[in-house]
C-alpha cells in the first residue's frame, strides 16, 4: 500500500514515467512531471515529498523558482540526482552534499530502496535535531545554574559523564549542551537509545557488522562508535542495556577498542561517552541488573537532572523560550494567559520538561496565534489548581522527608535544598491556610512580616496561584 | 472481548479503505473514524477518545510522529501504534522517542497489526 510521496521531475518523459512505475511497483507514491511549472507550489509544502528524482531540466527559470522555493525550507527533501547531474554536484544547485544524492539509471531497485530510507531518516533525525533546543537548559532558578556550571565544568575534557534524572528532564539537552562546549564540536555527536533498540539488535547497531555476520547482514556496516569517531557518543536508557551488552561497552571503556559483528579486526575509536538514564542504577546493581565495573567507568562526572517541579520559578521561562522556538521554527505561535501559567506553576509535571514542551506544542497547533486561557487548559493541567491542598500537600511532605537527612552519594547544594524545603512548606502552609497570610504563619510559627519577607524574597507573594489574602 | 474503539490514521484513502473492508468482517474491533494527517489526528483522538489510534508515520502537513507526541499530550492519550513503509531500527527507535505504543511494518501491515489488537482488546476484557 502507498505510504511515502517520491516526486519524480524528468523532461525525458519515457525515463520519468518508468522510475514512477517503479516506485509504484515498490509500494511508493510517485508524482511525475515533465517540468516543475506543472506544479502548484502554492498547494505544496517541500516536505509533502521525501525525495525529489531529478532528471532532465526543462526551463530553467521554472526549476530556478521551484530550487528557491524548495531551498526555503531547511528541511526540504534530498535531490536524486540523475547520471547527468553527477559530474557538476551540489553546487550548481545551491545544495550542500547532504541534500544531493548521485542515482544510477538503469535504476538498480535495491539502490533507490536504500536512498529512500536514508531520507526517511534524514527526515526524522532533522526533525528530531531542530525538536531539541541548542544552547543548553533554560531558566535562572538556583538548580538550573547549578546545571549549567557542572556541564561548563566538565565539557572542555574528555571525561566519561554518566546523566541522571527523571524521564523529560532534558537529558539530551544537557548532553548535547557539553558536546557544544567541547573541543569535540566540530566532530560528529551521534545519539542512541539503547532502551528503543531490541537487544538483539544492540550490538550492530553500536559495532557495526560484517557482511555476511547474520541473516540480513547483506552488506557491511559501520556501527554508531564508528560514526562518531573523532566527536561524542550520547547513550542515553543505558539502564536498560542487557547484562551481555554491559560487558562489550565495559570494554570499549576500558581498551577503547572493539570489533564489528562477524568480523576480527580490532577497530581503536576516539570517541567520548556521555550516557543516561532514569533509573537509579544502584537499585539495579543490587539486583544484578546492572554491572557494578560499568558503573563506576560511567560515573566519574556525574550530572544529576532537576525535576521540573523543584523549579517551577523557570516555568515563565521555559514557555517563553519554548513559544519562541515554536514560531522561528514555523510551528504556530501562541501565547499563555497569566491565570493559565499560574495554573500550570502549580502543576507537578511527573513528565517534566518534555511534558511541557509537548503541551505547549499541543497548544500553538491548536489554538494558532491565539492567547490560551487557563479553562483552554487540558483538564488534567487543572485539576491540581483547583484542589491544591489535597494535590500538593503530599507531594511537598514525601519530598522532604526522603531527601531531608540523607547525604546523596554525589553530595549535595545545601543551600538551595534548604531553600526547596523551605519553599514547599510555605506553600503548603499556604494552601492549608486558603491563602490567609497570618494563617499561614501561625502554621510554620513564624511572625506574619517574616513570612511576608520570605515570601518576596522567593517571588511567592506574586503567585496568582496561591489566591493570597495579604490581611485575615 | 470487549471490542475496541480505533482511528484509523493515513492520508491515502486506499490504505484506509482496505483497512476498513478488513476491519469490518472483524467483530470486536469497531473504527470509531479516520483522519488523513496529524492535525486531524489530534483533533478527532480527543473528539471520538479511541482506545487505538492506527497512525501513518509519514503525511502532509503534520507526520505521524509529532501528531503521536501531541496526542500523547492530552488527558488519558490512547494506545498509539505507528505504521511505517520502513521497518528498521531507526524508525523503530524514532517512534519510541515520539511515545508511540508500538510499530509495525506497513508492507505486513495485517499480519502484525491483528495480533495486536486482539491483545489489546482481550487486556481491555480483562480489566
Given at each position: 500500500m502507498p505510504e511515502s510521496r517520491v516526486l519524480v521531475v524528468d523532461s525525458d518523459t519515457t525515463r520519468?514515467?518508468?522510475?514512477?512505475?517503479?516506485?509504484?511497483?515498490?509500494?511508493?507514491?510517485?508524482?511525475?512531471?515533465?517540468?516543475?511549472?506543472h506544479l502548484h507550489l502554492g498547494r505544496h509544502q517541500p516536505q509533502d515529498w521525501l525525495a525529489i528524482v531529478l532528471g532532465d531540466i526543462e526551463?530553467?527559470?521554472?526549476?530556478?523558482?521551484?530550487?528557491?522555493?524548495?531551498?526555503?525550507?531547511?528541511?526540504?527533501?534530498?535531490?536524486?540526482?540523475?547520471?547527468?547531474?553527477?559530474?557538476?554536484?551540489?553546487?550548481?544547485?545551491?545544495?550542500?552534499?547532504?541534500?544531493?544524492?548521485?542515482?544510477?539509471?538503469?535504476?538498480?531497485?535495491?539502490?533507490?530502496?536504500?536512498?529512500?530510507?536514508?531520507?526517511?531518516?534524514?527526515?526524522?533525525?532533522?526533525?528530531?535535531?531542530?525538536?531539541?533546543?541548542?544552547?543548553?537548559p533554560t531558566g535562572s532558578s538556583p538548580a538550573v545554574q547549578r546545571l549549567r556550571r557542572l556541564i561548563d565544568q566538565v565539557a572542555s575534557f574528555d571525561t566519561t559523564v554518566l546523566i541522571l534524572g527523571e524521564s523529560?528532564?532534558?537529558?539530551?539537552?544537557?548532553?548535547?549542551?557539553?558536546?557544544?562546549?567541547?573541543?569535540?564540536?566540530?566532530?560528529?555527536?551521534?545519539a542512541i537509545n539503547c532502551g528503543a533498540i531490541p537487544s538483539e539488535l544492540l550490538e550492530s547497531e553500536l559495532f557495526g557488522h560484517e557482511k555476511g555476520a547474520f541473516t540480513g547482514a547483506i552488506t557491511a556496516r559501520k556501527g554508531r562508535f564508528e560514526l562518531a569517531e573523532g566527536g561524542t557518543i550520547f547513550l542515553d536508557e543505558i539502564g536498560d542495556m542487557s547484562l551481555p551488552m554491559q560487558v562489550k561497552l565495559l570494554r570499549v571503556l576500558q581498551e577503547r577498542s572493539f570489533e564489528r559483528v562477524g568480523g576480527d579486526t580490532t577497530i581503536r575509536c576516539n570517541v567520548r561517552v556521555i550516557a543516561a538514564t532514569h533509573r537509579n542504577l544502584e537499585e539495579s546493581i543490587a539486583k544484578g541488573a546492572f554491572r557494578e565495573d560499568l558503573f563506576y567507568r560511567l560515573n566519574v562526572f556525574p550530572i544529576e537532572m532537576p525535576p521540573l517541579r523543584e523549579r517551577r520559578d523557570d516555568l515563565p521561562e521555559l514557555v517563553a523560550s519554548l513559544t519562541t522556538q515554536l514560531a522561528a521554527a514555523g510551528r504556530g505561535s501562541v501565547?499563555?494567559?497569566?491565570?493559565?501559567?499560574?495554573?500550570?506553576?502549580?502543576?507537578?509535571?511527573?513528565?517534566?520538561?518534555?511534558?511541557?514542551?509537548?503541551?505547549?506544542?499541543?497548544?500553538?497547533?491548536?489554538?494558532?496565534?491565539?492567547?490560551?486561557?487557563?479553562?483552554?487548559?487540558?483538564?488534567?493541567?487543572?485539576?491540581?489548581?483547583?484542589?491544591?491542598?489535597?494535590?500538593?500537600?503530599?507531594?511537598?511532605?514525601?519530598?522532604?522527608?526522603?531527601?531531608?537527612?540523607?547525604?546523596?552519594?554525589?553530595?549535595?547544594?545545601?543551600?538551595?535544598?534548604?531553600?526547596?524545603?523551605?519553599?514547599?512548606?510555605?506553600?503548603?502552609?499556604?494552601?492549608?491556610?486558603?491563602?490567609?497570610?497570618?494563617?499561614?504563619?501561625?502554621?510554620?510559627?513564624?511572625r506574619r512580616t517574616t513570612l511576608v519577607e520570605k515570601l518576596r524574597k522567593y517571588g511567592l507573594g506574586r503567585d496568582s496561584d496561591m489566591n493570597l489574602t495579604a490581611e485575615s | 472481548m470487549t471490542p475496541i474503539n480505533v482511528l484509523l490514521v493515513d492520508d491515502h484513502d486506499g490504505f484506509i479503505n482496505a483497512a476498513l473492508r478488513h476491519f469490518r468482517n472483524v467483530p470486536w474491533i469497531v473504527v470509531a473514524g479516520r483522519a488523513s494527517n496529524g492535525l486531524e489526528a489530534i483533533a478527532r483522538t480527543e473528539e471520538l477518545r479511541p482506545d487505538v489510534v492506527l497512525m501513518d508515520l509519514a503525511m502532509p502537513e503534520m507526520g505521524g510522529l509529532q501528531a503521536t507526541r501531541l496526542i500523547k499530550a492530552?488527558?488519558?492519550?490512547p494506545y498509539i501504534v505507528i505504521a511505517s513503509h520502513f521497518d528498521d531500527v531507526e524508525h523503530r527507535e524514532h517512534a519510541a522517542r515520539?511515545?508511540?505504543?508500538?510499530?509495525?511494518?506497513?508492507?505486513?501491515?495485517?499480519?502484525?497489526?491483528m495480533p495486536l489488537l486482539a491483545r489489546l482488546a482481550g487486556e481491555q476484557s480483562h480489566a
Open positions: 520519468g514515467e518508468r522510475i514512477g512505475t517503479i516506485l509504484d511497483f515498490m509500494d511508493l507514491n510517485a508524482t511525475v512531471v515533465g517540468c516543475v511549472s526551463q530553467a527559470d521554472a526549476w530556478q523558482t521551484f530550487l528557491d522555493w524548495l531551498r526555503r525550507d531547511p528541511l526540504h527533501p534530498p535531490l536524486l540526482a540523475l547520471p547527468e547531474h553527477h559530474l557538476y554536484g551540489a553546487e550548481r544547485f545551491g545544495l550542500n552534499d547532504a541534500n544531493f544524492w548521485p542515482l544510477d539509471f538503469p535504476i538498480k531497485q535495491p539502490q533507490l530502496a536504500e536512498l529512500l530510507r536514508r531520507a526517511s531518516i534524514k527526515r526524522m533525525d532533522d526533525t528530531a535535531r531542530a525538536e531539541v533546543p541548542q544552547g543548553g523529560g528532564t532534558g537529558k539530551e539537552v544537557a548532553a548535547r549542551a557539553i558536546y557544544e562546549r567541547s573541543a569535540r564540536r566540530n566532530g560528529p555527536f551521534v501565547r499563555l494567559s497569566n491565570e493559565a501559567l499560574a495554573v500550570l506553576k502549580a502543576y507537578p509535571w511527573p513528565g517534566n520538561v518534555r511534558e511541557l514542551a509537548n503541551l505547549i506544542e499541543r497548544l500553538a497547533v491548536l489554538h494558532p496565534g491565539g492567547t490560551v486561557r487557563a479553562r483552554d487548559l487540558p483538564a488534567r493541567y487543572r485539576v491540581d489548581a483547583e484542589i491544591p491542598v489535597e494535590a500538593e500537600a503530599p507531594t511537598a511532605e514525601s519530598e522532604i522527608m526522603a531527601g531531608a537527612d540523607e547525604l546523596p552519594a554525589n553530595g549535595i547544594d545545601l543551600k538551595e535544598h534548604m531553600a526547596r524545603i523551605e519553599v514547599n512548606l510555605i506553600r503548603s502552609a499556604l494552601e492549608r491556610a486558603d491563602g490567609v497570610v497570618a494563617h499561614a504563619a501561625q502554621l510554620l510559627g513564624l | 492530552q488527558t488519558d492519550p515520539a511515545g508511540a505504543d508500538a510499530f509495525i511494518s506497513k508492507l505486513n501491515y495485517v499480519q502484525e497489526v
